[in-house]
Structures are given as structure tokens and as C-alpha cells.
Nanobody, 124 residues
Framework: QVQLVESGGGLVQAGGSLKLSCAAS??????????MGWFRQAPGKEREFVAT????????YYADSVKGRFTISRDNAENTVFLQMNSLKPEDTAVYHC???????????????WGQGTQVTVSS
């Protein structure tokens, strides 16, 4: 099992920026060989995919709603994945979670237990 600890959330005005971090660890977990992703869950809504970065080649994929504003990156030496969020909008308000991800025929899905997440609140 993988332990995931997200941080970096907070309250920001619309148009502002935040950078989230997620430290991943586990006795048998290989971060450098894992695809990692970010998801978010707004109040009263289902959790949704935000972005992913592959272990092979560092390829990135984004939800249409964040494309051009968010950037996912990773530091394999620190077992950490990041999410740089720019031009934030009130509709970005949610609890943000990271996870190990895998590709299905239609989407990226989480492949392990969830951490506590980090709250992002964007005021208008």
C-alpha cells in the first residue's frame, strides 16, 4: 500500500496561483515506475480526474477544464508529484488528492487508497 501526503492548499483569490505537493511512500512502492495523478472533489460532486504524469517519458495529460492553467510535474529523487495551478477560478475549489493511476480504455483511474487531500478554496 502507498502512503500519500498532499500539501500546499489554501485560500486564494480568483486569478491567483497555488502549488500542491504530494509525497508518496511505501515499503514496496516504486515511485519512479509509477504513473501519478491528481484528482479533485468539490462539495456535493464526485471526485474527478485533473492531471496525470507517466513514469515513462514524463508524458502529461489534463482534464479539459484545467488545460493551459495547471501543470503537473514530478521529482523522482524526492518521490513527490506537484501540481502548479495558475489563473485559478472559483470552480477550482475542491479537495485535491493525488494517487497512483492507471490507464483504462477511456480514462485515468486511481489505483490505490486515498490520502487526506488538501483543500483549495478560490474566492471570487
Amino acid at each position: 500500500q502507498v502512503q500519500l501526503v498532499e500539501s500546499g492548499g489554501g485560500l486564494v483569490q480568483a486569478g491567483g496561483s497555488l502549488k500542491l505537493s504530494c509525497a508518496a511512500s511505501g515499503r514496496t512502492f516504486s515511485f519512479r515506475r509509477s504513473n501519478m495523478g491528481w484528482f479533485r472533489q468539490a462539495p456535493g460532486k464526485e471526485r474527478e480526474f485533473v492531471a496525470t504524469i507517466t513514469w515513462l517519458g514524463g508524458l502529461t495529460y489534463y482534464a479539459d477544464s484545467v488545460k493551459g492553467r495547471f501543470t503537473i510535474s514530478r521529482d523522482n529523487a524526492e518521490n513527490t508529484v506537484f501540481l502548479q495551478m495558475n489563473s485559478l477560478k472559483p470552480e477550482d475549489t475542491a479537495v485535491y488528492h493525488c494517487n497512483v493511476v492507471r490507464r483504462t480504455s477511456t480514462s485515468w483511474v486511481a489505483d490505490d487508497s486515498w490520502g487526506q487531500g488538501t483543500q483549495v478554496t478560490v474566492s471570487s
